[in-house]
């Protein structure tokens, strides 16, 4: 399965941003998703997570209530919602499909896209 991220950029604090996953290469429902991203200097952090056929999502803590996540296979592609972005939302941003049940765990996500840059100014 390939994945690839699209959507990142800069923008100012308190907008929106829609990320994007498009994959390929694979049977799309067979998988659950997930967004994840990396600051510089820190380990992957889980943001959300979707269920393969879209009834079941997670969000992390620090985005509940502003980060939607949300997929469409008749498109293979999974979407994240950002608005109210926040200072410490800036990281690369990385789409990953797991085989096994919705999970807030990187471990269990099988494969990765090259990720997405979002940067968040003042």
């Known amino acids: 399965v390939q994945l690839v991220e699209s959507g990142g950029g800069l923008v100012q604090a308190g907008n929106s941003l829609r990320l994007s996953c498009a994959a390929s290469?694979?049977?799309?429902?067979?998988?659950?998703m997930g967004w994840f991203r990396q600051a510089p200097g820190k380990e992957r952090e889980f943001v959300a997570a979707i269920s393969w056929g879209g009834g079941i999502t997670y969000c992390a803590d620090s985005v509940k209530g502003r980060f939607t996540i949300s997929r469409d296979n008749t498109k293979n592609a999974v979407y994240l919602q950002m608005n109210s972005l926040k200072p410490e939302d800036p990281a690369v941003y990385y789409c990953g499909a797991s085989p096994g049940s919705t999970s807030r765990d990187s471990r269990t996500y099988l494969y990765w896209g090259r990720g997405t840059q979002v940067t968040v100014s003042a």
């Open positions: 290469g694979g049977t799309f429902t067979n998988y659950a």
